[in-house]
């Protein structure tokens, strides 16, 4: 029997920045960040030493060599939302031309094609469509399962399960015990998994500013908790760079960590579920409302305004935010009106951190998608452990702007020549293939000019007309073009590779 771990050690009064013996235990899992110490990392220490530290506690956890991605598929069932976050470009009232609601037959044959190029699970999310009935869930669980009964179903973030609740009106007496019920009838129909969309930024006024209509926090984390007492195992997300605050970032991985915690402490010992993985990523702007806020640094806001922001001041969103929470919007007359976008170094400044903050969670994925695959490399010497998906489709980030995307040569490639071995995981996170020898998707590749990213399919174009939302439809056909000869067995689609759940939803 293995002895529980001792508890890692809180010291609130060391310096993270100078004192490498805290770190080394911060390394080890002997000794736990404080918000404070969290904060002033993520702010202060030299990027490459926050690197440093992050590999090095990668590296403690999931060893020197392997580092991992999944072939997946993302299908986004319906673009229909009753929320209207200002940071989405994706969604549609019933009545647009553009919006959709897939067939099962759609949706059927998309899983079709993932298996066929050894696709393993699918990432199904949609937006708060009121048209479809609990019935239309459950029945469209249990096909999939009759037909794929292997490929796993990660799906429905916890806004739609808010959602599922409040359209469906379940029995029972809190929203836990609601959504308890829904989530146990969609278990039972086939759903796997829980995806960790609609994250953003939990504190409060952050979230009331950038999705309106949004969960809660404590709505989300609720039903990440009552996913992981019905024994699914999830992922936590955090979209950032845009109005928040450097605390905001730290408290939002302070709340992961304390449910995290709570679930590892309340169910452990009956088959519970955890969070898997954590995957932050920043804001994209493009075709979102958000995306018009002037960028800090830019100029004034109001009319006819001109004078650039004073950069001697902090953002508004530093402002605001504290690190237990309960910063509000009026502690700053321009918060939200600004935005302050991620470069690539916040970006990996951020993930690093994550890796250190977070000790009781698994993975920490390279969400390069937004940032580029270079970028997303590099991830891997900060903290990162996995690289997402290659994926077949994305429809979500894509229409804010993204237009990386990858297939598994390629991610494959990025794996290795960052120092690691590719190796194919499960949603579970264990091995399916370790690309060691020569029939590796990246050793096959002959000719690396055919293998240049291509652009992301999308399910339904942009001005382009689609299925409309008073019917179900097939939608836009597919356009998978799987490649052959150079690949051997490793043949996959011109795939595109996304960070994992961007789809947020409302209470
Ligand atoms: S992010 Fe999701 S919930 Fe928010 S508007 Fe877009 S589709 Fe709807």
């Not at 999705?211 to 926090?217: E, N, Q, R, S, V």
Request: charged residues 20%; neutral net charge.
């Amino acid at each position: 029997m293995t002895a529980a771990r001792p508890a890692p050690s809180v010291n609130p009064a060391i310096n993270p920045l100078a004192d490498a013996s805290f770190m080394d235990a911060v390394v080890a899992g002997a000794a736990r960040l404080t918000p404070e110490q969290g904060l002033r990392i993520l702010r202060d220490m030299p990027l490459a030493d926050l690197g440093m530290w992050a590999d090095l506690r990668c590296r403690e956890v999931h060893g020197d060599h392997i580092r991992t991605y999944v072939i997946d598929r993302n299908i986004n069932y319906t673009n229909i939302c009753t929320a209207k976050c200002t940071f989405c470009a994706f969604r549609r009232d019933a009545e647009d031309h553009d919006s959709y609601t897939l067939s099962y037959e759609s949706i059927l044959h998309k899983i079709e094609e993932l298996v066929a190029i050894g696709g393993t699970q699918i990432l199904m999310q949609g937006g708060m469509n009121p048209e479809l009935p609990l019935s239309w869930y459950l029945e469209l669980l249990r096909e999939i399962k009759r037909r794929f009964p292997n490929v796993h179903v990660h799906a429905f973030s916890p806004p739609e399960f808010v959602e599922f609740v409040n359209f469906f009106d379940p029995p029972g007496d809190t929203y836990e015990a609601k959504v308890r019920g829904i989530m146990r009838q969609l278990k039972d129909a086939g759903l796997d998994s829980v995806p960790g969309g609609g994250g953003e930024i939990f504190a409060p006024a952050v979230r009331s500013k950038i999705g309106l209509g949004k969960c809660t926090a404590e709505a989300w984390l609720t039903t990440m908790y009552v996913a992981h007492e019905l024994g699914m195992n999830t992922s936590s997300t955090m979209m950032f760079g845009h109005i928040e605050g450097h605390a905001d970032r730290v408290h939002h991985m302070e709340l992961t960590r304390q449910w995290q915690d709570r679930a590892i402490a309340d169910f452990a010992t009956q088959d519970g579920g955890r969070y898997k993985a954590f995957i932050s990523w920043p804001f994209q702007r493009e075709n979102t409302p958000l995306g018009r806020a002037k960028e800090w640094g830019q100029g004034g806001a109001g009319a006819g305004a001109a004078a650039a922001d004073d950069l001697s001041q902090p953002f508004p969103g530093d402002v605001v935010a504290k690190l237990d929470g309960s910063g509000t919007k009026e502690a700053h007359p321009e918060f939200g009106r600004r935005v302050r976008m991620a470069g690539a170094t916040e970006y990996l400044r951020t993930q690093a951190l994550s890796r250190l903050y977070l000790d009781n969670i698994h993975s920490i994925g390279a969400s390069w998608v937004t940032m580029g695959p270079h970028v997303g490399q590099v991830g891997l010497r900060f903290g990162a452990n996995d690289m997402g998906s290659v994926m077949m489709e994305e429809n979500v980030v894509s229409s804010a702007g993204t237009v990386h995307c990858l297939n598994e040569p390629v991610i494959c490639r990025l794996i290795r020549d960052a120092g690691f071995l590719p190796a194919q995981r499960n949603n579970a996170y264990n091995l399916l293939k370790v690309h060691d020898g020569p029939t590796s998707p990246d050793l096959m590749v002959k000719d690396w000019s055919e293998l240049r990213a291509k652009p992301m399919h999308q399910e339904a174009p942009r001005g382009a007309g689609s299925a409309s939302a008073s019917k179900t439809a097939n939608a836009v056909p597919l356009t998978v073009t799987a490649r052959t000869a150079a690949v051997g067995a490793h043949t996959a689609a011109n795939s595109s590779i996304t960070p994992p759940p961007v789809m947020p939803a409302k209470i």
